[in-house]
């Protein structure tokens, strides 16, 4: 993977499995800092007690292989990619992966039920009101 290859983004959003506790997001999110680190990936990780919404940037190959480990991952269920395509800009070059708890399910949820492009503005007007630890 080298630096040339076009930046490219995908927005997914899941759920939790049910026989995982919330605590077990610490852990994913530092195993996922350590291996995005490698591989050039920065993104943002919002988790409200049970569901994700995540959106990834970096190299193309390595954001596409990211999210595939991602589908096969048993810790998420109801994974579905929301929004795909190439980037012109980093987002999130400021971190790795940041991570937000979302105050109540009601935000996730609006973005849960949103589809594609409409989806990924929904979540990125909502960046300012989460509490991100990078």
């Given at each position: 993977?080298?630096?040339?290859?076009?930046?490219h983004?995908?927005?997914?959003?899941?759920?939790?499995a049910?026989?995982?506790?919330?605590?077990?997001?610490?852990?994913?999110?530092?195993?996922?800092?350590?291996?995005?680190?490698?591989?050039?990936?920065?993104?943002?990780?919002?988790?409200?007690?049970?569901?994700?919404?995540?959106?990834?940037?970096?190299?193309?190959?390595?954001?596409?292989?990211?999210?595939?480990?991602?589908?096969?991952?048993?810790?998420?269920?109801?994974?579905?990619?929301?929004?795909?395509?190439?980037?012109?800009?980093?987002?999130?070059?400021g971190?790795?992966?940041?991570?937000?708890?979302?105050?109540?399910?009601?935000?996730?949820?609006?973005?849960?039920?949103?589809?594609?492009?409409?989806a990924?503005?929904?979540?990125?007007?909502?960046?300012?009101?989460?509490?991100?630890?990078?």
């Open positions: 993977m080298t630096d040339e290859q076009p930046l983004e995908i927005f997914y959003c899941s759920v939790l049910q026989d995982l506790p919330a605590n077990a997001v610490g852990a994913i999110v530092s195993q996922a800092r350590a291996r995005n680190s490698e591989r050039k990936i920065t993104g943002l990780l919002v988790f409200d007690g049970m569901r994700f919404c995540q959106h990834l940037e970096g190299p193309r190959d390595a954001v596409k292989a990211l999210m595939r480990s991602i589908e096969r991952d048993l810790r998420h269920t109801e994974v579905r990619l929301v929004h795909e395509g190439p980037l012109e800009l980093r987002r999130y070059s971190f790795g992966l940041g991570l937000a708890e979302s105050e109540g399910p009601d935000l996730m949820a609006g973005v849960h039920a949103l589809e594609g492009e409409a990924l503005k929904h979540f990125l007007a909502l960046r300012s009101s989460f509490d991100i630890s990078g």
